[in-house]
């Protein structure tokens, strides 16, 4: 894999900073976390320019796309090659990464890789600026574009759900912190990583680990045991940092970013903005909205840039 060396593309300071005294700012301790929701989280969206509004649709279209073919339809998830046209780059082949690592399958012509020993999901995505982004997967995604071939990956990576929230440390959170080292020698410079769902709560924990720049979408929180070992290691100890360095959007009613926070001591951590929902985009054939955080994120983006691309299918895209 051959990446340009380029700076990765950054939010501005305003975006994190100041938070103490912003309306609508739902603080919580620890100072490392915050969240945003309703008009304060839609006016610190508003903060981002045009270039930063696409980098944040282009990762949270890729990170989908690593989801099962079912999948994405079912939540109107952004196919890959779709994302590719909306934002251009590319998807990355990771041979030197997957040879290090180990135990690593893939098919031909996908986009994505699977760990089998832990059930981590991850590819990479060039911008055409030549950023990289290491994408982790939710839970039920893998190497495949089919269910049967997911099946083991997914029990792991529900295995991996449940010792996070019980306070463990899981293998999981392990793997992605050696696949993202491994991923900053082949990318010297420009790397950040991002996900979606447990791909989010990864990408939240690899990148702190590493000291890169995350974009997590819906994601889970951080149990017990992942938190302890960020603190023990520093990686919490600059809460205006971990709040620059962390972004993640989730979506009013999606109960995943929450589960654990109350009565297990979990959290989400950086910089969250809780967006409330478009009316006018049809709710998704399941009980929530966790699936469906790229189409209201387009359309909470088009009010301020209504010229930027989707990856939806045409017909779709038409609705926002």
């Known amino acids: 894999m051959s990446a340009p060396r380029r700076q990765a593309v950054r939010f501005p300071a305003a975006l994190a900073h100041s938070i103490r005294l912003a309306p609508g700012a739902e603080r919580q301790v620890p100072g490392y976390a915050v969240q945003l929701s309703g008009q304060a989280a839609l006016e610190r969206l508003a903060l981002l320019n045009e270039v930063q509004a696409r980098q944040v649709l282009s990762v949270c279209a890729a ?3 690593l989801y099962p073919g079912w999948e994405r339809h079912d939540w ?10 909306a934002y251009g780059g590319q998807f ?30 991850f590819a990479a995505y060039q911008s055409p600026r030549g950023n990289v982004t290491l994408l982790l997967g939710g839970t039920n995604s893998s190497h495949s574009e089919y269910q049967a071939p997911t099946v083991p990956a997914e029990v792991k990576q529900v295995e991996a759900n449940l010792l996070n929230l019980l306070g463990r440390m899981p293998q999981l959170h392990r793997t992605a912190d050696l696949l993202t080292l491994l991923m900053r020698d082949e990318v010297k410079s420009g790397l950040s990583i991002g996900g979606h769902s447990l ?21 889970t929180a951080l149990g017990r045991g992942v938190l302890t ?10 809460a205006p940092k971990v709040l620059e360095r962390v972004q993640s959007f989730s979506l009013e009613g999606d109960p995943i970013p929450k589960i654990g926070t109350r009565w297990f001591h979990s959290q989400v951590v950086g910089l969250q903005l809780q967006l409330p929902l478009i009316p006018g985009i049809a709710p998704a054939q399941h009980a929530t909205s966790h699936g469906q955080i790229y189409s209201h994120l387009l ?20 609705q926002l």
């Open 199 to 219: 791909g989010g709560g990864l990408a939240q924990y690899a990148g702190l680990m590493n000291g890169l720049q995350v974009l997590a979408f819906s994601p």
């Open 299 to 318: 359309a909470h983006l088009r009010q301020g840039w209504p010229q930027l691309a989707s990856a939806l299918q045409t017909n779709e895209a038409e």
């Open 92 to 121: 990355l082949r990771l041979p030197a990464v997957v040879a290090r690592l180990g135990q690593v399958r893939h098919v031909p012509g996908r986009q994505s890789y699977l760990h089998a020993p832990s059930g981590l999901t």
């Open 76 to 85: 109107t998830m952004p196919e890959p090659q779709a994302a590719l046209r």
């Open 63 to 65: 990170s989908l796309s």
């Open 229 to 238: 070992q960020l603190s023990r290691l520093g990686r919490l100890a600059d």
